[in-house]
């Protein structure tokens, strides 16, 4: 088959796989050499301002011919294969894409000075975000195509070639406004009045509409906590949750309520039934929101805004084809009336309040007159019974029975005045005219009312005492009891509706007590549990601090040992549980500096001493040291830990562990005083005992008993690996048959890091000779091992078919199945020989390990020869090479590798580097760093940090997603304040791993010293001259100092004359000089030195 054949059979490939193929003419005895580049989007969907991976791989096949200047540039189309913008400019508002580059590899440049070097893929990452608008507000995503103009340089050949585009669907983004519905006053115990009032359930409603063109999924409300105004008493306030709704469906009684999706242009709505045991205005309500986030990303720019509205009533729309789930009256700002429905309809309602009355019909009967309206409408009139009767039903004039949530009776207050009653109705295209229908309440009993307590704390030899109040609605005097009583505690029923509790406890009751008081009229009863905390007796506040300790520091028992007075982070209680002043700020030792072994160095005991330098703590506190001992360098599997007490200038751990000989270790150590930590330092090490030869290897060409068709053969080796890391070289030798001793040629060379190596013979061996090849691995200390010698013969009349040309799967590309065909696009042979392919498949690229799979002779198939192998692991890197044979000559070995990923899996959650838990920096923009991520598919990962100032990460200070690990923070943080963060990964289809544990942080900036050195003169001088020059190299890492020189007749460093001052500390790091005039100065010795502050 000839060389244009190969050619047609690659076009064909890059039809069907999206790929552009390169390819060069070639003298007769190579391989036939292709290039190929690929762009791949691996996620199919994304949304408006959310990123997304492009990828680029270039495979250059070329055995000898580099890709030069090589110049990328991204193409964005729409579906119909229009172009449309992107822009690598994130304020450029005409892009329809953003666009900045992400990641090289195998390629240090795309700009037009790129270079990708023979047999090597390069891969280019890109990270695209679509702008707002890109979806076109179509709910299922538009569609785009991204593709890539590249032009470059082959043997001196400019090339200009468009990749096929992938595509990529955009879907547009929900967009969420959220509507507060808020009841005015609330109605429990009035503090203003002897009597105990039982609370009056009230409503708070909450609606959350969907505005944008994009679907909103697990929408929730994750925590809320109302604030009522109180009373002036200063009574504490307890809330209870009666029932809950979604949508109309009952759910849990708490607070954290599920939306789930919600439609653009749609609504959820969730309420509350609540009692308050005070009395008392709403003034606020705080809700915590979280959305399904398909990608990655918090995006709390899906929430758009907010309002708050005044609830009249729970009301529902009766409208034709309008739901059943009940709607929002509520009175806004401006004083209009507005309903807020659950489909998200939000209309006027008109308050004809003083236009209507209610006149007496008959007994129990009233006449609602009102003005004819032509929409909504809304009444509020004096309930004519003032309360003592409730409603049975209200019928329009045209015979349309009002609905129950649409008329209602209520009723205000206001300070210590009466009652006000009113009746209301709300209506849609009145007609002027209601029957009003009343009837008598029926007669029920009810359950005497307890006066909320709230729980009680007290000390030993210090009486606890209070009164337990309730009262009867239904006007009995209840009867009151209380148990289980602690030993010696009282509790006497004053029969007036009133009981007293007594105790005084005695040294030893410390501890927590539950007591049920209950309230009886005979028939019902009523009861609260109070929980009663007893403290030692030095501590009569209970706050855990002795009251001496409180007084003696802070002249107060006012501190409840939950702030930090010194603003060390550490709180007032922890300062006195571990015996600090909690007047003076405490400082957390440095960072320990590893001693031995060194960073990558070797050990030769299987249970090594690991030694540390000792830590610098500025309050002189005791230091501990934590070891840890990892078997991975991702830091996931512990191996052995420590805690242990300082030493005298270094402090050293034995490891307990017996570890593995030849093995690589990780290991990390902070320092801590008990209450502050260091941030972790790094290192690794390698336990050799004792020194192995090079591992076994082999001649992979040419073949034993072969025919070499060229004189100056190059001859491949398989690479050995030595069991103890240490770098190989190895020494190639060519003998002839009858001469074993004296080698015709030789020559040493160090191994190539693709697991082969490759010695070309450097003289023309004899036509028609025979020899053998012997080749000696040596590593760094003088051990060997030697590969099995392969004879071999000249014969240059003969000719070699040429390598075989690697069309599928693609080197570095992706398979999905656990079976493939290995397709390689025939080789040539100049005598026309019929040919076999031999493929070999290995999980490493030495071919030599137990995985080694041979295919034996596989004799030519037309245009290509394919080999199907199958039972393939997931998630696993196979290598293969293939090489043809005439039957006594054989081509070389062509290379190619392919990982199987039938799935995309979930990458591993990341690994915190620094700081760690409960860590102190020292620095107010602090990096934030996580230990490279770990994906089962070897996806390029993207890494999301997220910084909070609160423990529950409610509030987010910044957030990055990044290609880096390290997070240098943009922000300066507070001093002396805890910080909280979080990281997680996501692949490049979207999926990410969960998020780490919450880890804090404490922010204690600390001011380091300066430093300097001087540098001239370097040593003694003698001078008549008119002029000295003093230069100095100085660095201040945190702030800016100043220098000033001095001189002094002794040698000592203070009390001297000065020269200058006020010289700024360089911040480029560079040294500084000083020209100082000595005219003027008497002859003799002079010091100089200077002061950096």
């Known amino acids: 088959m000839g060389r244009r054949d190969i050619f047609d059979i690659l076009l064909i490939t890059f039809v069907l796989a999206i790929i552009v193929s390169f390819c060069s003419p070639a003298r007769a005895e190579d391989e036939s ?26 495979n250059n096949g070329l055995s000898n011919i580099t890709l030069e200047n090589v110049s990328i540039q991204l193409d964005f189309a729409d579906e119909d294969g229009k172009e449309v913008f992107g822009s690598s400019d994130p304020n450029d508002n005409d892009a329809i894409f953003f666009y900045r580059l992400e990641s090289l590899k195998n390629i240090d440049d795309i700009s037009g000075n790129g270079t990708v070097n023979p047999e090597s893929t390069a891969e280019i990452h890109w990270l695209i975000i679509p702008a707002p608008g890109a979806a076109k507000d179509m709910p299922q995503g538009a569609m785009y195509l991204v593709g890539a103009t590249v032009t470059y340089l082959l043997g001196g050949e400019e090339h200009k070639t468009i990749v096929a585009p992938d595509y990529i669907y955009v879907r547009p983004m929900p967009e969420l406004f959220l509507d507060y519905f808020l009841p005015g006053d609330v109605y429990g115990d009035d503090p203003f009045t002897s009597e105990i009032e039982p609370p009056i359930p009230f409503s708070l409603g909450v609606r959350v509409k969907n505005a944008g063109s994009g679907e909103a999924y697990e929408v929730k409300i994750d925590s809320a906590q109302p604030k009522i105004v109180s009373n002036q008493q200063g009574l504490p306030v307890h809330y209870k949750i009666l029932s809950s709704e979604v949508n109309g469906e009952i759910t849990d009684t708490e607070l954290t309520v599920d939306f789930g999706q919600i439609d653009p242009g749609k609504s959820a709505t969730a309420r509350w039934i609540m009692s308050c045991d005070i009395s008392g205005r709403f003034v606020d309500f705080t809700a915590y929101y979280s959305h399904s986030d398909e990608l990655g990303g918090q995006l709390t720019s899906l929430i758009t805004g907010t309002a708050t509205h005044k609830l009249i009533h729970d009301v529902l729309v009766d409208l034709p084809g309008r739901d059943s789930v009940r709607d929002f009256l509520a009175l806004d700002e401006e004083g209009s009336y507005k309903v807020y429905e659950s489909e998200n309809v939000d209309t006027e309602v008109h308050d004809q309040s003083t236009l209507s009355s209610l006149q007496q019909v008959s007994n129990n009967e009233y006449l609602l007159s009102t003005p004819v309206t032509d929409g909504f409408m809304y009444v509020k009139l004096t309930d004519p019974y003032n309360g003592t009767k409730i409603i049975s039903e209200v019928i329009r004039s045209d015979g349309k029975k009002i609905k129950e949530e649409n008329v209602w009776l209520s009723r205000h207050k206001v300070g210590s005045n009466p009652w006000e009653y009113y009746f209301n109705l709300f209506d849609y295209n009145s007609t002027g005219s209601y029957r009003v229908i009343f009837k008598d309440a029926p ?156 960073d990558g160095a070797e050990v030769t005991t299987r249970t090594p001493t690991l030694t540390v330098k000792n830590s610098i703590d500025p309050d002189g506190d005791e230091i501990k040291y934590q070891f840890e001992l990892y078997s991975d360098k991702d830091y996931r599997t512990l191996v052995d830990s420590a805690e242990i007490d300082e030493t005298d200038s270094t402090t050293s751990w034995d490891v307990t562990t017996e570890l593995n000989d030849n093995t690589w270790y990780f290991w990390r150590v902070r320092a801590t005083d008990g209450k502050s930590f260091s941030l972790w330092t790094y290192g690794k090490f390698f336990v050799n005992t004792q020194n192995d030869p090079p591992g076994k290897f082999n001649i992979s060409w040419p073949a034993n008993d072969s025919v070499i068709t060229t004189e ?24 002839t048959q009858d001469d074993s001793s004296n080698p015709v040629t030789s020559e040493t060379v160090n191994e190539n890091e693709n697991g082969r190596t490759t010695w070309q013979v450097p003289l023309s061996l004899e036509n028609g000779s025979a020899y053998f090849i012997r080749v000696i691995a040596t590593d760094t200390h003088g051990e060997v091992s030697e590969a099995d010698q392969v004879n071999f013969s000249i014969d240059t009349n003969e000719h070699a078919p040429t390598s075989p040309v690697i069309l599928e799967p693609e080197a570095g590309t992706e398979v999905t199945e656990q079976e493939v065909d290995l397709v390689v696009g025939n080789a040539t042979d100049e005598d026309n020989d019929p040919l076999d392919y031999y493929f070999e498949l290995d999980k490493v690229p030495t071919f030599d390990s137990s995985d080694l799979i041979q295919s034996g002779a596989i004799p030519e198939q037309a245009e290509e020869t394919i080999w199907h192998v199958s039972n393939l692991e997931d998630n696993c890197v196979y290598y293969w090479r293939v090489k043809a044979s005439d039957g006594s000559s054989e081509s070389y070995w062509s290379y190619g590798s392919f990982r199987v990923n039938t799935k995309n899996d979930n990458p591993l959650v990341p690994v915190v580097k620094n700081p760690g838990q409960n860590a102190w920096v020292n620095t107010l923009s602090p990096a934030l760093e996580l230990h490279p991520g770990k994906d089962l598919d070897e996806d390029q990962l993207t890494y999301q940090i997220e910084l909070y100032s609160d423990r529950k990460l409610r509030n987010l200070i910044s957030q990055v997603e990044s290609s880096s690990p390290v997070w240098n923070l943009p922000v300066e943080l507070e001093d002396t304040t805890w910080y909280f963060w979080r990281a997680r990964v996501i692949d490049e289809h979207g999926v990410s791993s969960d998020w780490t544990d919450t880890h804090r942080f404490f922010v204690r900036r600390v001011n380091q010293p300066p430093e300097i050195t001087i540098l001239e003169p370097q040593a003694d001088i003698y001078t008549n001259e008119a002029s ?17 020189l001095y001189y002094n007749t002794q040698p000592v460093t203070e009390n001297g004359t000065l020269i200058a001052d006020g010289i700024g500390e360089n911040p480029d790091g560079e040294a500084d000089t000083y020209t100082w005039n000595i005219e003027n100065l008497a002859e003799g010795k002079y010091y100089i030195y200077a002061v950096i502050s």
């Not at 050499?33 to 270039?58: G, H, P, S, Y």
């Not at 029920?444 to 009867?472: C, R, W, Y």
């Not at 053969?713 to 030798?733: A, H, L, M």
């Not at 000295?1028 to 000033?1044: C, F, G, K, P």
Request: aromatic share 10%; with cysteine.
């Open 712 to 735: 100056t053969p190059t001859i491949e080796i398989t690479n050995s690996k030595d069991p103890d890391g240490d770098r190989i070289s190895y020494t190639f030798e060519v003998y």
């Open 33 to 58: 050499l292709c290039a190929r580049v690929k762009m791949e989007i691996q996620q199919e969907l994304t949304f408006e301002r959310q990123a997304f991976d492009a990828r680029m791989r270039i």
């Open 1028 to 1044: 000295v020059t003093i230069r100095w190299e100085d660095e201040d890492t945190d702030s800016n100092a100043t220098i000033a």
């Open 443 to 598: 007669v029920e009993l009810n359950p005497p009312v307890l006066q909320f307590m709230p729980d009680k704390h007290g000390a030993e030899e210090h009486t606890i005492s209070f009164v337990v109040q309730a009262s009867d609605p239904d006007g009995t005097t209840p009867s009151l009891f209380a148990a289980p009583l602690p030993v010696g505690a009282t509790f006497t029923d004053n029969g007036n509706g009133e009981g007293t509790f007594e105790w005084t406890p005695v040294i030893g009751q410390a501890g927590d007590y539950e007591i049920t008081f209950t309230a009886s009229d005979g028939i019902l009863e009523a009861s609260q549990l109070v929980k009663i905390r007893i403290c030692h007796h030095t501590d009569t506040d209970c706050d855990g601090m002795d009251d001496q300790w409180e007084i003696d520091h802070f002249n107060t028992l006012g501190r409840d040992g939950t702030d930090d007075y010194d603003h060390d982070g550490i709180s007032d209680l922890k300062e006195f549980l571990y015996g600090f002043d909690p007047l003076v700020p405490e400082f957390a030792p440095s960072v320990p500096e590893i001693s031995e072994p060194l």
